[in-house]
C-alpha cells in the first residue's frame, strides 16, 4: 500500500472530521480513524492540518495567442505553478478556429498539452463556428469523447451573434453538455472605445470605462434570457458584476440551471487598481468592478448563487503590459493594446482558504467552490472533487498556522510579476498529492514535466438540484 496520512482534519464540501486517509494505486481506498500504518510505503502526519481534495481550476488560457503575443506559461509552468497552489485539475480552453471539427481542434490542442501537463487537465471546447455545415454536429463527437462542456464569447472578433449562442444552448441540452458564457456587451464596447480614444483617454482605467457594470451586466441579463429560452443550462464565467449576480440569483430562485463562477481578482480587487502607476497590470476581461459589485459577488459567494470559484489565468510578462504605453512596433500604444490577462493559478486555493481561515467564509464552502462543485458541473465527480474512497487521491494538507506573502519569486510560474505581490495569507498548503503521488512539499515542486493525463468527463445532467 502506497500511503496513509494520519490525523488529520478531513474536510468535505458539508463537514470537517478526523480520520485518516489511505491511497492504493493513485486512488483513496479506506478513511478510517486510528489506522495501523503497518504495511505502508509512506506514513505522513498530519495532525493539526487539514486534509483537502485537489483544487479545480475551471477557467485558465495556457499557452494562449492573444493580442499579438502568447501567455506566459505553458502547459507544464502553468500546470506545475498551479499544483504548488494545490490545485490538481486545470480545464484549459481550446478556441475552434473556422470550419474546424470541434473534435478535432480538441485533439490538435492536446498533443501539445499531453507533453507538458504536469498534474491532469480537461478541457472546455471555444465554439467560433456553427454555421459551417456539420459544426453543431460535432458538438455531439466531443461529448462522446469526454468533453461536454462548451464556451460561446458574446464578445472579439471570434464571438458569436445570439442566434448562435441559442443554437449551441439548444445543442447542449440535447445532448448533455453545458455552455459557459463570456458574457460583455461587444457593440456598446466598441463604441465606448472609439469614445475614449477620439478624447484621448489611453489609460488603464478606460479599459475599465469601457467594459464597466452595465457592459458586463446587459449581456449577463442577455446570456440568462437566452439560457431561459432554450431550457438549457448555463454557465457565466468571470462574473464580476452587480447585476449580472442578481440575474443568476432571479433564474436560480425560479429553478433555472444557471451557474456563475467568479475569480480571486474580483473578490479582492476593485476598478481603483487601475488608477495606479501600473494599473495596466491588472488589465484582464471582463476588469475588476467597483465596490457594490464586489460586495454583490461575495454574496453570492456566501448564500449559493455563486456556484464555482476559479482564476481565469492568462499571465503576460510586464514588458507586453507595456504595450499600452508603446505598442510591440515601438508607436504609441493605448488601452485597448494591452494583452488582457493576470496570473492566479497558483493563487485561488490558497487566497480562498486564507478568507475561511480569517472566518469569511467556512472551508466546507471554500472546498465546494473550488473542487467539488466544479467537479460535478464538468463531469469529473466520478473521479475527483472530494476525499472519498474509489476517487483519485489529489490531496492537498494545508497548514492552518503557517503564515505566507505573496511574492512573485516564490511563485512556480513563468510570469515576471503577479498582482497578488505582497498579500499577506494565514495558513497555506504544505503539500499536494497528484493520484497519490507527491508533487509539491514546502515550497518545492516536485513533480515532472507530462506526469499529468487527459481527463474525460461523463455526460451531464441537469434534472436534479441545483448546486
Excluded at 66 to 85: E, N, P, Q, V, W
Excluded at 107 to 121: Q, T, V
Excluded at 180 to 193: D, F, Q, R, S, W
Excluded at 254 to 275: D, M, N, R, W
Aim: net charge negative; aromatic share 10%; glycine share 10%.
Amino acid at each position: 500500500m502506497d500511503l496513509l496520512i494520519k490525523n488529520g482534519t478531513i474536510v468535505t464540501a458539508k463537514e470537517m472530521y478526523q480520520a485518516d486517509v489511505a491511497v492504493d494505486k493513485g486512488k483513496i481506498f479506506r478513511i478510517q480513524q486510528n489506522m495501523d500504518p503497518a504495511g505502508f510505503d509512506e506514513v505522513v502526519d498530519a495532525e493539526g492540518k487539514l486534509v483537502l481534495p485537489g483544487a479545480i481550476d475551471g477557467h485558465t488560457h495556457l499557452f494562449l495567442e492573444f493580442g499579438g503575443t502568447i501567455s506566459s506559461d505553458d502547459y507544464y509552468t502553468g500546470t506545475r505553478s498551479a499544483a504548488c497552489g494545490g490545485t490538481t485539475t486545470v480545464f484549459d480552453f481550446v478556441n475552434q478556429a473556422h470550419a474546424e471539427n470541434m473534435l478535432d481542434a480538441i485533439k490538435r490542442r492536446d498533443a501539445i498539452a499531453s507533453k507538458d501537463c504536469a498534474i491532469d487537465y480537461s478541457f472546455h471546447l471555444a465554439v467560433s463556428d456553427v454555421i459551417t455545415e456539420g459544426m453543431i454536429e460535432s458538438m455531439q463527437e466531443c461529448v462522446d469523447y469526454g468533453i461536454p462542456s462548451f464556451k460561446v464569447f458574446m464578445v472579439y472578433d471570434y464571438g458569436v451573434d445570439d442566434g448562435s449562442f441559442y443554437k449551441v444552448l439548444l445543442k447542449a441540452r440535447e445532448i448533455g453538455a453545458i455552455v459557459g458564457v463570456h458574457a460583455e456587451n461587444k457593440y456598446v464596447n466598441n463604441v465606448l472605445i472609439e469614445k475614449y480614444l477620439s478624447e484621448g483617454k489611453t489609460d488603464a482605467w478606460w479599459h475599465y470605462m469601457a467594459k464597466n457594470e452595465m457592459v458586463e451586466g446587459e449581456a449577463d441579463v442577455r446570456a440568462v434570457n437566452l439560457a431561459k429560452m432554450a431550457g438549457a443550462p448555463l454557465y457565466i464565467a468571470h462574473l464580476a458584476d452587480e447585476m449580472g449576480m442578481k440575474a443568476v440569483t432571479e433564474a436560480r430562485n425560479e429553478g433555472y440551471p444557471i451557474f456563475a463562477e467568479t475569480c480571486p481578482q474580483y473578490l479582492h480587487f476593485t476598478s481603483e487598481v487601475y488608477k495606479r502607476e501600473r494599473g495596466r497590470d491588472f488589465v484582464c476581461s471582463p476588469p475588476m468592478k467597483n465596490q457594490a459589485s464586489q460586495d454583490a459577488i461575495w454574496g453570492g459567494v456566501k448564500n449559493g448563487n455563486i456556484t464555482v470559484v476559479a482564476t481565469d489565468h492568462c499571465p503576460f510578462s510586464k514588458a507586453e503590459k507595456d504595450w499600452g504605453i508603446t505598442k510591440k512596433d515601438g508607436t504609441p500604444g493605448n488601452f485597448t493594446t494591452i494583452p488582457n490577462g493576470c496570473a492566479g493559478i497558483e493563487n485561488m486555493y490558497p487566497y480562498m482558504l486564507s478568507e475561511a481561515n480569517q472566518g469569511r467564509i467556512s472551508f466546507s464552502r471554500v472546498v465546494e467552490l473550488c473542487s467539488t462543485n466544479p467537479s460535478k458541473l464538468f463531469g469529473l465527480d466520478d473521479q475527483k472533487g472530494a476525499i472519498r474512497v474509489g476517487l483519485d487521491a489529489d490531496i492537498v494538507i494545508y497548514d492552518p498556522e503557517k503564515d505566507f506573502t505573496v511574492t512573485n519569486s516564490a511563485m512556480h510560474g513563468a510570469t515576471d510579476h503577479t498582482i497578488w505581490e505582497g498579500l499577506h495569507l494565514k495558513g497555506y498548503p504544505v503539500a499536494t498529492y497528484s493520484r497519490g503521488n507527491l508533487v509539491f512539499k514546502d515550497g518545492e515542486f516536485l513533480g515532472g514535466r507530462g506526469q499529468g493525463r487527459l481527463v474525460r468527463c461523463h455526460k451531464l445532467s441537469f434534472n436534479g438540484p441545483l448546486l
